[in-house]
């Protein structure tokens, strides 16, 4: 059985970091792209990046380029969001997931990691 297991969040003042770890089992996600979405209450689950199996491709959402980073440790089957500069706006429920599906979608999810940043 293939989980996903997200650990590092908590509650951060504004301009502070925090990193969050997505630690998969249950099969090798080798050759798949993994990623990080958000989901803010009361809004929609929204991209926030990703990275490719040996990392030469990684993508971000404008709002996060330049304070959040993603790599990966592929021997551990872990992927990583290194969180800087902090914003209230950043507070949302963080899930990674794992093996991006022809059609643009992500076949695995884990149960979210929530993070709370304070003005």
């Known amino acids: 059985q293939v989980q996903l297991v997200e650990s590092g969040g908590g509650l951060v003042q504004a301009g502070g970091s925090l990193r969050l770890s997505c630690a998969a089992s249950?099969?090798?996600?080798?050759?798949?792209?993994m990623g990080w979405f958000r989901q803010a209450p009361g809004k929609e689950r929204e991209f926030v990046g990703d990275i490719s199996w040996r990392g030469s491709n990684i993508r971000y959402t404008n709002s996060v380029k330049g304070r959040f980073t993603i790599n990966r440790d592929n021997a551990k089957n872990t992927v990583y969001l290194e969180m800087n500069s902090l914003k209230p706006e950043d507070t949302a429920v963080y899930y990674c997931a794992a093996e991006l599906s022809p059609s643009g979608e992500y076949r695995y999810w884990g149960q979210g990691t929530q993070v709370t940043v304070s003005s």
């Open positions: 249950g099969r090798s996600f080798a050759g798949n792209r």
